[in-house]
């Protein structure tokens, strides 16, 4: 067992950080498994070892959701691990989900103090042993950290629209004082991008389906196949007695680069792409009757986190070349730096400082190549990059049968246009209070992509549960919060 006794001291240089077991490159690409497998006990103890308990530690200031982190790996020290999960769930509602996809390395591990000499604690993948080691008594103690389930009042009914990340954290939160919730979801499953956007291979389905399950003991009524704005309106949510309305539908809209031949067949924005492959589970064909277009030379445009998932599962689906496209540089791309690692790894082809002008097609109006434009870095934009600049006369034609747009995504009008008498923003978001997530109609409340645009998981799960905080509140007094 280790324990705090053993932790490096300030001053000194802090030994390695464990590394994460993952599957081989070549292993990995023929299967949708999980890559990165998670720590063993010992594993876990040793780096857990490694955190100096700082007096002030400035990990927390990085955490949207606030997880007490110098306490729960002080738990952990201790090989404590229901303490530690007990902490972690006082303000995480989804600690296995956020313990894989958290952008930790610009969150809470970017502040670590050890990071300043050397690697800082591995906080995420701490996080993830202890939710997936935590075997819960209860479905209670998934949501509470508490065997108890409080009683639900039936009377103060909160409803959900979307059920993403920052959806199931405001209904956790609320379920766990004894609020009646209603989650409403548009598409067939609950889960929102945890689901449909999140390939098996990072986010494995068991671990939402487990959260998920958890909030349904919790009496949390979960719709699948309830499209806001079309199949009910808020006014009408308000009508059937509902106290107070949280909008959580995320950034579904996907954006498109507007350059000739994007109709052709065989070019998909990544929000389709991910959708048929993830929600459809085309990536278990034949299991599932939902096979999806067989890419042979795929390019996908883009360097965030779905430009990379849409390159891996390309790439696993049988593709046999894979290229990202970027008009920046390799070190300026917005993906996590796990994330493009594995990438490489797995064999994707980086083709940065390249900007696509054109899709080709034959005459059956398929997808043959697509010209991109070299280019180079000139002057700094107004967000500081130095902004990329065609260099004349460099164009360049790559044989393609596949392209994915995977340049960002806007907010769905559906909702929106039904409530004109929701403010919106200059970019046609939801214009929320940045504290309490209300919005310009009182008692509806909004969090996460549909305010802030395309972001993090655990953004939008802080925004779900600043607002869940003002909600019981105004619902259960000063003191529920």
Request: a negative charge; proline letters at 7%.
């Amino acid at each position: 067992m280790a324990s705090s006794e053993s932790s490096p001291k300030k001053g000194k240089s802090p030994t390695p950080r464990v590394p994460m077991p993952t599957q081989e490159p070549l292993a990995r690409i023929k299967n949708f498994a999980e890559v990165a497998l998670g720590y063993a006990e010992d594993q876990a103890l040793i780096e857990a070892s490694r955190c100096i308990q700082c007096k002030k530690p400035l990990c927390v200031q990085g955490c949207p959701v606030e997880v007490p982190i110098r306490d729960f790996i002080a738990h952990l020290q201790k090989n404590d691990v229901q303490k530690a999960y007990e902490v972690i769930k006082s303000t995480n509602s989804l600690p296995a989900v956020c313990g894989r996809v958290c952008p930790q390395e610009t969150q809470c591990e970017g502040n670590c103090i050890l990071g300043k000499k050397g690697e800082p604690v591995a906080i995420g993948r701490l996080e993830r042993y202890v939710a997936d080691t935590y075997m819960a008594l209860s479905a209670c103690d998934q949501i509470t950290g508490k065997p108890e389930c409080p009683l639900i009042n039936e009377d103060l009914k909160v409803a959900c629209i979307g059920s993403g990340p920052s959806s199931l954290t405001a209904a956790g939160y609320l379920a766990a004082r004894g609020i009646k919730v209603t989650v409403f979801e548009a598409l067939h499953e609950v889960g929102g991008v945890l689901i449909y956007g999140i390939p098996e291979f990072r986010l494995p389905k068991g671990i939402v389906a487990a959260e998920v399950a958890a909030l349904k003991e919790q009496q949390v009524d979960l719709l699948p196949n309830w499209v806001g704005g079309k199949t009910f309106t808020i006014k009408e949510l308000f009508d059937e007695g509902y106290k107070a309305v949280f909008i959580g539908v995320g950034a579904g809209l996907p954006k498109f680069l507007g350059i000739p031949g994007e109709n052709l067949i065989g070019v998909f924005s990544a929000n389709e792409y991910l959708t048929r492959a993830n929600l459809g589970r085309a990536y278990d064909f034949p299991h599932w009757d939902t096979p999806t277009f067989p890419g042979r030379r795929v390019a996908v445009l883009g360097g965030g986190n779905v430009a990379m998932d849409a390159a891996r599962t390309a790439l696993r689906l049988g593709a046999e070349e894979v290229r990202i496209v970027y008009r920046r540089t390799q070190g300026e791309m917005p993906a996590r730096h796990e994330e493009l690692e594995h990438a490489v790894e797995e064999g994707v082809i980086l083709e940065i400082l390249s900007a696509p002008v054109e899709f080709k097609g034959d005459s059956q109006g398929r997808l043959t190549s697509m010209v991109i434009q070299k280019m180079e870095l000139g002057e700094p934009d107004a967000s500081g990059r130095r902004s990329p600049v065609p260099i004349e006369g460099a164009f360049q034609e790559l044989a393609c049968d596949m392209a994915v747009i995977a340049v960002g995504a806007g907010p769905n009008p559906i909702l929106l246009d039904s409530t004109p008498e929701l403010k919106r923003t200059r970019r046609g978001y939801i214009d929320a209070n940045q504290d309490t997530g209300e919005t310009s109609m009182p008692m509806v409340f909004a969090g996460g992509d549909i305010v802030t645009g395309a972001a993090t998981v655990i953004s939008a799960m802080g925004a779900g549960r600043r607002a869940a905080k003002e909600i019981a509140r105004r619902l259960l007094g000063e003191d529920a919060a």
